[in-house]
Each structure stands twice: as C-alpha cells, then as structure tokens.
Nanobody, 123 residues
C-alpha cells in the first residue's frame, strides 16, 4: 500500500510560480513511476506531468516549457515546479503512483492517488 500526501498549493497571481510536493510512503519509491494530474471545477481530471523511475519526464503541450516534474528518491518525494502560471491552471492538483517503472499520461494507469492540493491563479 502506498500513501501520497501533496503540499504546496495556494493562491498566486498570473505569471507567478508555485512548487508542489508529494511525499510517498509504502512500497519501494525508486521502483515506480509518478505523475501529476489536475481537475478544475466541472471538468475531467487531466494529465499534467509524469516521471519514470529513471527520471525521464513527459508533459502535455498545455504545460510544456512552464512546468517541471522531478523526483528525489532519497526523500521519497516528487515535485512540480510551476512557472508562468495562468488562470486556466487553477485546479486541484493530485499526485499519483504507478506500480511500474515507466511513465504514462493515462489516469487509469495509476494505482494510488493523493488527496489533492488546491492551486488558484488570479488574473
């Protein structure tokens, strides 16, 4: 069983930055891939970023060049650095763990989810 706890959300003005963290416990963190997803009110949950066990990363076009995912296996933690934030980035952000080494952008490929952290970007 893997537990995930996100932190770092908050309110920021457009153009600003935030860094989210996700601490994992249970399992062997370095063996599995991790991802970030987000869900805005009235919308479906969508893929934001993923990182493989080896540190390879994957982003959708909507955040590429603005967001950076990283992992620290010594701390069992992943991060999401978000720069040049836009009002449309407002959502609850979730981290997720996939019990294989390789990343994926598909929600159904992930086995464990955190409770989420709210990010609000004001215009």
């Amino acid at each position: 069983q893997v537990q995930l706890v996100e932190s770092g959300g908050g309110l920021v003005q457009a153009g600003g930055s935030l860094r989210l963290s996700c601490a994992a416990s249970g399992g062997t963190f370095s063996d599995y891939a991790m991802g970030w997803f987000r869900q805005a009110p009235g919308k479906e949950r969508e893929f934001v970023a993923a990182v493989s066990w080896a540190g390879n990363t994957y982003y959708p076009d909507s955040v590429k060049g603005r967001f950076t995912i990283s992992r620290d296996n010594a701390k069992n933690t992943i991060y999401l650095q978000m720069n040049s934030l836009k009002p449309e980035d407002t959502a609850v952000y979730y981290c997720a763990a996939r019990m294989t080494p390789h990343y994926s952008g598909e929600i159904w490929d992930y086995d464990y989810w955190g409770q989420g952290t709210q990010v609000t970007v004001s215009s």
